[in-house]
């Protein structure tokens, strides 16, 4: 697939670094993105807004007087094609209120479709301040979390809403999930799967969304997404940690990331090394995103993003 460059396997990164004891994470298809661009969506928008995720219910969802802040990375020409895209996400339990959520995830885009995966604390949904598997999706001005029509779960042992048994210490262990979206070529379908390392390193299907519910993302995305979000319905104090509660810096051990962000391009190939990767505006009293670049044939691009567990600290 691609250039036929295929990640390295390390044991230490696998087996004691990087993975999670409810299965073990394995890194894998460390390749880079290219022409990406950073977005530090900092300003808070007080006007009607959709997707809020607090129900599981399939409707438009309609938020008055709140805000989401992105810090994310994406690819930046809308003129391309992508088929897939993957990433590993460190495994956090941010702190939130009961009215708000928090997230980490992977996601493709292309006009009003989306669909996105990886980990969500949200009280209102969850019932607990816990990070749970989540897949949502938006079609039409319409968007579904989770348990509801549309997403076909197939796994049994990795179930949409499970929580991890371990989480990342500050500057120390780090846990993760490999999670990636691709559209299959045997059937059109837009499969999200995860990659864990028993005996051997193995990619197992979660699910997928079929073709049929989209129109825009039918046959292809023409953004892709890495990062974390934030909702704050309420403009509440204090505001919803991301990540780790902290900012972002290039240090794993002590910022949320995304490892080994990849995507699939419209030949079915994985891209290396990137280009035309720049800030659009970061700001440093809120969330924030790092793009670390390519850092190793194990980590693979790394992506830190993260805040405020206090706006006017790390």
């Keep these: 697939m ?3 460059k295929k990640a390295l396997y390390n044991p230490f990164y696998t087996t004691s670094v990087m993975h999670a004891s409810y299965v073990d994470w394995n890194y894998t298809n460390v390749l880079n993105p290219e022409d990406t661009h950073k977005v530090w969506d900092c300003e808070a928008s007080y006007t009607v807004k959709d997707a809020g995720w607090k129900t599981e219910e399939f409707g438009r969802l309609m938020l008055y007087g709140g805000y989401n802040e992105d810090a994310i990375v994406h690819t930046n020409n809308l003129d391309r094609k992508f088929l897939g895209v993957a990433g590993v996400l460190s495994l956090y339990k941010p702190v939130v209120q009961p009215n708000q959520w928090s997230t980490a995830r992977i996601k493709l885009l292309n006009g009003d479709n989306s669909f996105e995966a990886g980990w969500m604390v949200n009280p209102a949904i969850f019932k607990d301040n816990e990070a749970h598997l989540y897949a949502s999706f938006t079609t039409g001005g319409k968007g579904c979390i989770n348990q509801c029509p549309g997403f076909v779960q197939v796994a049994e042992d990795m179930p949409l809403g499970v929580v991890p048994s371990k989480y990342s210490e500050y500057g120390g262990q780090q846990q993760a999930w490999d999670l990636s979206i691709i559209k299959r070529q045997d059937d059109g379908n837009w499969w999200l799967s995860f990659t864990r390392t028993r005996d051997k390193i193995e990619k197992d299907d979660i699910g997928y969304w079929p073709k049929e519910l989209f129109t825009s993302l039918k046959e292809f995305s ?10 704050n319905p309420e403009l509440s104090t204090p505001p919803p940690e991301m990540g780790n509660g902290r900012r972002a810096i290039y240090d794993a051990q002590y910022t949320a990331a995304v490892f080994n ?4 391009n419209e030949s079915y190939e994985n891209v290396v090394d990137p280009e035309d990767t720049h800030k659009v505006w970061e700001c440093e009293k809120s969330y924030t995103v790092k793009d670390g670049g390519f850092t190793s044939e194990y980590l693979g691009r790394v992506i830190y993003y993260g805040g405020p567990n206090n706006p006017l600290m790390l």
């Design 2 to 4: 691609g250039n036929g």
């Design 222 to 231: 023409n953004q892709v997404e890495w990062g974390g979000e934030i909702f």
């Design 261 to 264: 962000a990849t995507y699939v």
